[in-house]
């Protein structure tokens, strides 16, 4: 314990020690795989929250193919997306509960 402290003889500092350009280069490999990976997810949630925001409270109204390509193109920029579905508020709908001719507002 404690020998290589009383070496007479240096020992190599490695702290500007770097990566071998292959290992850089699989390294930013990684790294952009990664982000796009993170990236994909982001549009495939933002792209189905919007499709729910758009079918309806119960899927009421539906969604046609041409929904399903817009919202896949509007979640590219998904991180906008999260931020317009934070700030905007869900609206909520006034149903009418029809029996015995009493059209009564409730509120869902």
């Not at 990236?39 to 899927?59: D, N, P, Q, T």
């Not at 193109?73 to 509960?97: F, Q």
Request: net charge neutral; with cysteine; glycine share 12%.
């Amino acid at each position: 314990m404690g020998q290589n402290l009383s070496l007479s003889e240096p020992f190599a500092d490695t702290s500007g020690v770097v990566l071998s350009p292959q290992d850089r280069h699989a390294d930013i490999i990684v790294g952009v795989t990664w982000a796009c990976s993170v990236y994909g997810m982001g549009i495939i949630f933002c792209a189905v929250k919007l499709l729910e925001r758009w079918a309806g409270e119960h899927g009421e109204r539906g969604v046609s193919f041409a929904g399903v390509v817009g919202a896949f193109l509007c979640g590219s920029a998904w991180p906008l997306v999260l931020v317009y579905l934070m700030v905007t508020e869900k609206e909520k709908e006034t149903r009418r509960v029809q029996g015995y001719g009493v059209g009564v507002p409730v509120k869902v």
